[in-house]
């Protein structure tokens, strides 16, 4: 089995910061890409940034120069920290890790945290 729990959201007045955590854990080969995807009320999930195995990230407009996702592939854990947070970030974040497990082949799988809220007051 594989899990993956996060922590680190909360409450934060705009301007603030925070900064999420996701460690994946269990029976990990290896972990591909990683990322952040948000989930406002009443709204679809969308992407708010990745991490290739190899370092390259990519973030949405809307978060672009105020967010930062890393990793630590020694403690397989995923980073977003987030300056400069406005209401319009308010949301749950949820992080998933594409993983190959040990013992099944090379076959990759999308793994989801159980989200962490995220509210930003004006």
């Known amino acids: 089995q594989v899990q993956l729990v996060e922590s680190g959201g909360g409450l934060v007045q705009a301007g603030g910061s925070l900064r999420l955590s996701c460690a994946a854990s269990?029976?990990?080969?290896?972990?591909?890409?990683m990322g952040w995807y948000r989930q406002a009320p009443g709204k679809q999930r969308e992407l708010v940034a990745s991490?290739?195995?190899?370092?390259?990230?990519d973030y949405a407009d809307s978060v672009k120069g105020r967010f930062t996702i890393s990793r630590d592939n020694a403690k397989n854990t995923v980073y977003l920290q987030m300056n400069s947070l406005i209401p319009e970030d308010t949301a749950v974040y949820y992080c998933?890790?594409?993983?190959?497990?040990?013992?099944?082949?090379?076959?990759?799988?999308?793994?989801w945290g159980q989200g962490t809220q995220v509210t930003v007051s004006s």
């Open positions: 991490i290739s195995s190899g370092d390259s990230t």
């Open positions: 998933k890790a594409d993983i190959v497990r040990r013992g099944y082949g090379n076959i990759e799988y999308a793994y």
């Open positions: 269990g029976n990990i080969f290896r972990i591909n890409a």
